[in-house]
């Protein structure tokens, strides 16, 4: 305890001496650990708005179809819903909800174009788990299940030159492979965050979809948890009670979407480790300056009694002091350019770009301690790994002959 | 069991090999007592200083053995080496002694620190020392604020405040007028007198000379005559 007291004193005086030096490097730590985190922040944000938009829109967090329905997207390979099923499979889970819903391919045509989307049965009363219960609309929403008007997204009635209250005509396969067309009168049109969004997606009524396509299934259930990920026992519960289905997580699900956020993932590290890495290059070498010109004094230390580990221990506490105060101005400083970006960054220039990839124009930063606390460590382990060469060449030379020096 | 406190028997200390070895101690045998005030004398390369750092266990003979009360140095390891320094010796080199970022009392404090003794205690104790050296008012100083004789003043004091069996000094005037000498002699001698700390100096200088009670004459790393003052 007294020496760990002057080995502190030491370092801390020593640094407070070479201030100019020190400084220098000290800000690069700041600007490092800072900048770490503000980008961590920014890339977890963008995954937790990838999977937030992903669960939302329409994927849940737990999906179910029939075996081969995802090779092929049909009424063919729909199957029939059983509600008291459902019910069994979630009890206990902390479920916002579930919809059964009818996905299939379309060719929609108004009078003037024709455009091919995904039709989607729905029931209103169950679409509180999806965004669209949250449309911003022009005219009206599904009343019901058995509803048999549209919604049609903005940039698809745009591109239909058709406009709310109009009919369209949908061509599709009904539950034999048979085409089939049927009109629909426009109840709303919806305005989605992605323009890619409005393109590809027209909902009706479930029930109405049924009747008109002569079939009682469904093509897919979709589960909504409370919690923004869903725990593998959870899914697991669910999947066990429908062995006869497909059942998928979110990642599953959305394949693509899956492999960035796992990318991301990496990408983090990398960076981390790129950063950091360069950070203890400037480490070694301001240490290794500060050992040589001092090597008189540690001489001195070990001619009167001290014994070689402490005087490592003075290298390696300059080391983590260092780090560590860069580690409260990095922290500090990432905190408030965090309040600051709190509300979100507008990144409507490149929207397009940025809804390519599921996430809407504003980026909002999302800042997860489990990243705050890997930087904070692994600075720390570098600096004292980045002492370790210095602090030997502190001992190394015999006390006389760096007396001598 | 005898009554040395330092007892070197035919110590050779020889630096580099085949031609250019220099032979700077060569079969020295001495003896010195508790309670001495010995001084090392002798001209420049002679071997003082290699005595001293072999007494201080900061050397190693080539052959011959060195002791301190009776414990051969050679059978203890690096760790025990640093410790008996700490503990049993006190050392004023002759030209690098303070540490810069340390102020006058904390260069003598740091020595208690590291022995152990509990924070009260050795702020009085290192404050104490300091003032019997005539330094207390310039406890908070650090050493780039201090002449050439009080820095080594600080050092002797250094020396001094763990109580040593021994205390060595390489040339502690080199840098001192005649009148600073004289007071740090003074010191030496009371502190010598009045704690039976043995005292051994390597010197030039006459002055420092007439305070011993013995000296060693060294020439060409052998002892020229060794008698009581
Ligand atoms: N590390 C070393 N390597 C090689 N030779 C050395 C070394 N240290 C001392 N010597 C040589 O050993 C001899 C004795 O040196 P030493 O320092 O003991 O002399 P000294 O009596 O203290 O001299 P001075 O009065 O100048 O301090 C000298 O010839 C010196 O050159
Ligand atoms: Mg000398």
Same mark, same amino acid.
């Given at each position: 305890?007294?020496?760990?007291?002057?080995?502190?004193?030491?370092?801390?005086?020593?640094?407070?001496?070479?201030?100019?030096?020190?400084?220098?490097?000290?800000?690069?730590?700041?600007?490092?650990?800072?900048?770490?985190?503000?980008?961590?922040?920014?890339?977890?944000?963008?995954?937790?708005?990838?999977?937030?938009?992903?669960?939302?829109?329409?994927?849940?967090?737990?999906?179910?179809?029939?075996?081969?329905?995802?090779?092929?997207?049909?009424?063919?390979?729909?199957?029939?819903?059983?509600?008291?099923?459902?019910?069994?499979?979630?009890?206990?889970?902390?479920?916002?909800?579930?919809?059964?819903?009818?996905?299939?391919?379309?060719?929609?045509?108004?009078?003037?174009?024709?455009?091919?989307?995904?039709?989607?049965?729905?029931?209103?009363?169950?679409?509180?788990?999806?965004?669209?219960?949250?449309?911003?609309?022009?005219?009206?929403?599904?009343?019901?299940?058995?509803?048999?008007?549209?919604?049609?997204?903005?940039? +698809? @009635?745009?591109? %239909?030159? !058709?406009?709310?209250?109009? =009919? *369209?005509?949908?061509?599709? #396969?009904?539950?034999?492979?048979?085409?089939?067309?049927?009109?629909?009168?426009?109840?709303?049109?919806?305005?989605?965050?992605?323009?890619?969004?409005?393109?590809?997606?027209?909902?009706?009524?479930?029930?109405?979809?049924?009747?008109?396509?002569?079939?009682?299934?469904?093509?897919?259930?979709?589960?909504?948890?409370?919690?923004?990920?869903?725990?593998?026992?959870?899914?697991?519960?669910?999947?066990?009670?429908?062995?006869?289905?497909?059942?998928?997580?979110?990642?599953?699900?959305?394949?693509?979407?899956?492999?960035?956020?796992?990318?991301?993932?990496?990408?983090?590290?990398?960076?981390?480790?790129?950063?950091?890495?360069?950070?203890?290059?400037? +480490? @070694?070498?301001? %240490?290794? !300056?500060?050992?040589?010109? =001092? *090597?008189?004094?540690?001489? #001195?230390?070990?001619?009167?009694?001290?014994?070689?580990?402490?005087?490592?221990?003075?290298?390696?506490?300059?080391?983590?002091?260092?780090?560590?105060?860069?580690?409260?101005?990095?922290?500090?400083?990432?905190?408030?350019?965090?309040?600051?970006?709190?509300?979100?960054?507008?990144?409507?220039?490149?929207?397009?770009?940025?809804?390519?990839?599921?996430?809407?124009?504003?980026?909002?930063?999302?800042?997860?301690?489990?990243?705050?606390?890997?930087?904070?460590?692994?600075?720390?382990?570098?600096?004292?790994?980045?002492?370790?060469?210095?602090?030997?060449?502190?001992?190394?030379?015999?006390?006389?002959?760096?007396?001598?020096? | 069991?005898?009554?040395?406190?330092?007892?070197?028997?035919?110590?050779?200390?020889?630096?580099?090999?085949?031609?250019?070895?220099?032979?700077?101690?060569?079969?020295?045998?001495?003896?010195?007592?508790?309670?001495?005030?010995?001084?090392?004398?002798?001209?420049?390369?002679?071997?003082?200083?290699?005595?001293?750092?072999?007494?201080?266990?900061?050397?190693?003979?080539?052959?011959?053995?060195?002791?301190?009360?009776?414990?051969?140095?050679?059978?203890?390891?690096?760790?025990?080496?640093?410790?008996?320094?700490?503990?049993?010796?006190?050392?004023?080199?002759?030209?690098?002694?303070?540490?810069?970022?340390?102020?006058?009392?904390?260069?003598?404090?740091?020595?208690?620190?590291?022995?152990?003794?509990?924070?009260?205690?050795?702020?009085?104790?290192?404050?104490?020392?300091?003032?019997?050296?005539?330094?207390?008012?310039?406890?908070?100083?650090?050493?780039?604020?201090?002449?050439?004789?009080?820095?080594?003043?600080?050092?002797?004091?250094?020396?001094?405040?763990?109580?040593?069996?021994?205390?060595?000094?390489?040339?502690?005037?080199?840098?001192?007028?005649?009148?600073?000498?004289?007071?740090?002699?003074?010191?030496?001698?009371?502190?010598?007198?009045?704690?039976?700390?043995?005292?051994?100096?390597?010197?030039?200088?006459?002055?420092?000379?007439?305070?011993?009670?013995?000296?060693?004459?060294?020439?060409?790393?052998?002892?020229?005559?060794?008698?009581?003052?």
């Amino acid at each position: 305890m007294n020496n760990f007291k002057l080995v502190l004193n030491l370092s801390l005086r020593n640094l407070w001496r070479q201030r100019r030096r020190n400084s220098i490097l000290l800000v690069a730590i700041t600007v490092a650990i800072g900048g770490v985190i503000v980008l961590n922040s920014l890339i977890r944000g963008m995954q937790v708005q990838m999977v937030d938009s992903v669960v939302e829109n329409l994927s849940g967090h737990i999906k179910m179809h029939a075996p081969n329905y995802r090779d092929d997207p049909s009424m063919e390979r729909g199957f029939v819903l059983d509600p008291r099923g459902v019910e069994r499979a979630i009890e206990g889970l902390p479920v916002l909800g579930w919809a059964a819903r009818i996905s299939i391919p379309a060719v929609i045509m108004s009078e003037r174009e024709t455009r091919g989307a995904t039709l989607i049965g729905v029931d209103p009363d169950q679409e509180h788990i999806s965004i669209i219960s949250r449309f911003e609309l022009e005219g009206e929403s599904l009343k019901s299940a058995s509803d048999s008007r549209i919604l049609v997204g903005r940039a +698809l @009635v745009e591109e %239909l030159r !058709t406009k709310l209250g109009r =009919r *369209i005509v949908i061509t599709t #396969l009904d539950s034999n492979g048979m085409s089939k067309e049927i009109g629909f009168r426009i109840a709303g049109v919806y305005d989605a965050e992605s323009e890619s969004f409005e393109k590809s997606l027209v909902f009706s009524g479930r029930n109405a979809l049924q009747e008109l396509l002569g079939s009682s299934k469904v093509t897919e259930v979709s589960i909504r948890l409370k919690t923004r990920y869903a725990q593998k026992e959870d899914f697991e519960q669910v999947r066990d009670s429908f062995l006869e289905l497909d059942v998928l997580d979110w990642q599953q699900a959305n394949p693509i979407v899956a492999f960035m956020y796992n990318t991301v993932n990496l990408v983090i590290y990398i960076w981390l480790g790129i950063v950091l890495g360069a950070l203890v290059f400037g +480490l @070694v070498n301001t %240490l290794i !300056t500060a050992v040589l010109e =001092r *090597i008189r004094e540690f001489g #001195l230390f070990r001619a009167v009694g001290m014994r070689p580990r402490i005087i490592i221990a003075q290298v390696v506490s300059e080391s983590v002091c260092l780090m560590l105060l860069g580690i409260v101005f990095g922290v500090t400083g990432s905190l408030l350019i965090f309040a600051w970006l709190h509300n979100g960054i507008d990144l409507s220039a490149f929207a397009s770009g940025v809804e390519m990839m599921g996430m809407s124009s504003q980026m909002k930063p999302a800042l997860v301690a489990h990243d705050v606390l890997v930087v904070v460590l692994v600075s720390v382990v570098l600096a004292v790994v980045a002492s370790f060469y210095p602090a030997r060449r502190a001992v190394r030379m015999n006390p006389l002959d760096a007396l001598r020096h | 069991m005898t009554d040395a406190v330092v007892q070197l028997k035919d110590v050779t200390r020889v630096y580099g090999q085949g031609n250019v070895a220099v032979h700077a101690l060569q079969e020295v045998t001495v003896e010195i007592y508790r309670g001495e005030f010995v001084c090392v004398v002798g001209p420049s390369g002679c071997g003082k200083s290699t005595m001293l750092h072999l007494i201080g266990g900061l050397d190693s003979p080539t052959s011959g053995t060195v002791t301190l009360e009776d414990q051969d140095l050679s059978t203890y390891s690096n760790n025990e080496l640093s410790d008996l320094r700490l503990k049993r010796m006190g050392f004023v080199f002759q030209a690098f002694n303070l540490i810069p970022v340390l102020s006058a009392s904390e260069n003598v404090e740091f020595i208690l620190q590291l022995q152990g003794v509990e924070p009260k205690d050795r702020k009085a104790r290192a404050l104490e020392v300091l003032d019997s050296v005539g330094l207390a008012d310039a406890a908070n100083r650090r050493p780039g604020e201090l002449s050439g004789g009080q820095q080594q003043r600080v050092a002797v004091a250094r020396a001094l405040v763990g109580s040593p069996l021994l205390l060595i000094a390489d040339e502690p005037s080199a840098n001192l007028d005649s009148t600073t000498t004289r007071e740090l002699c003074e010191l030496l001698q009371t502190i010598n007198r009045e704690h039976r700390t043995t005292i051994l100096i390597a010197t030039h200088d006459s002055v420092v000379m007439s305070y011993s009670t013995r000296t060693i004459q060294l020439e060409d790393g052998k002892i020229r005559q060794a008698d009581a003052a």
